[in-house]
């Protein structure tokens, strides 16, 4: 599975990203392509895939959005043109919209490629500002004033589980290193220990054992 991993979208980022993938049998990995991105827990995600092609052209293009820690979020079968889908995260990880084309096998196929547009929108951009302006029958400034200060705090909150994972990781690497200080300090007590109980053993054993006396004479 070829999968083009990164930072690929911003939270400012409204440019589509657009590629073609290949239609192979079903099975084959070659013909699967997964965009990933991260967000956070409890963020507003909107997918928008527009798809050419037509239904019945001898491929069958297929969605899967899922995230790292197992949540679905949708599968789709046989997309073409716009195919939006708008769902909120469970968890802080990062998710892949998939694409899989496959032959169908009905018919012959002389351009075995479909064409992908794929815009994400997370968060404030996922809004429908125009609607919100229009319920709550703000002015264009106070829909944009109230985008923006959406936007600071998810940069807050951003922030916020930044500085908490590096906080854990900070305790995890003093915990570590604490702990091999202490294996350290016991290795060290056990070759001394050891050293010393060599040495009583071999004194006890010199003492117990008879060395017989040998008399060197000299002779002139």
Known sequence: MRTLCGVLFFLSCVQAL????????????RGK???????????????????????????ILNMHIKDAVGNEYGRP????GEKRMAFTSHADASFDVCFENNL????????????IELDVDIGADAKDWSAVQAT???KPVETELRRMEEMVGEIVSEMDYLRTREQKLRD???????RVKWFAFSTMGMLVALGAWQVIYLRAYFRHVSIPNYTWRMYC
């Open 104 to 115: 169908s096998g009905t018919v012959g196929v002389s351009n075995p490629f479909r064409h």
């Open 172 to 178: 995890t690497n003093e915990s570590t290193n604490n």
């Open 33 to 59: 392509r997964c965009i990933r991105n991260f967000v956070a827990r409890d963020t507003l995600v909107v997918v928008t895939a527009t798809v050419d092609g037509t239904k019945g052209d001898g491929m």
């Open 136 to 138: 709550e029958k703000l």
């Open 18 to 29: 657009k590629f073609d993938i290949e239609a192979f049998v079903q099975g084959d990995p």
């Open 77 to 80: 079968k046989d997309v073409v």
